[in-house]
């Protein structure tokens, strides 16, 4: 199986930034996406930021302009910067990755932001 871990949730004042980390490990064949997602209390799960190993990436129209997400393919690595965080960005962000070889999403537990003065 796939283990994948994230960190680099934080307490931050609204404005501030953070860097996410998320790191899989274990049986992988072939990562060809990572992405991150978020749920905020009371909300449902959802799409932050997608990329593709080509390089491709979308994200949510919320997060567009302040949040940039990256790929490590040599380290099986994803990154999202988040600058101009707001207080509706509080939440506990996963990432979550598509090995082909296995043919499944792998998710990690999730790492907290919140966004608060």
């Known amino acids: 199986q796939v283990q994948v871990v994230e960190s680099g949730g934080s307490l931050v004042q609204p404005g501030g930034s953070l860097r996410l980390s998320c790191v899989a490990s274990?049986?992988?064949?072939?990562?060809?996406?990572m992405g991150w997602y978020r749920q905020a209390p009371g909300e449902e799960r959802e799409l932050v930021a997608l990329?593709?190993?080509?390089?491709?990436?979308d994200y949510a129209d919320s997060v567009k302009g302040r949040f940039t997400i990256s790929m490590d393919n040599t380290q099986d690595s994803a990154y999202l910067q988040m600058n101009s965080l707001k207080t509706e960005d509080t939440a506990v962000y996963y990432c979550?990755?598509?090995?082909?070889?296995?043919?499944?999403?792998?998710w990690g537990k999730g790492t907290l932001i919140t966004a608060s003065s």
């Open positions: 979550a990755v598509f090995d082909s070889g296995n043919g499944a999403y792998f």
């Open positions: 274990g049986r992988i064949f072939n990562l060809i996406r």
């Open positions: 990329i593709w190993s080509s390089g491709n990436t």
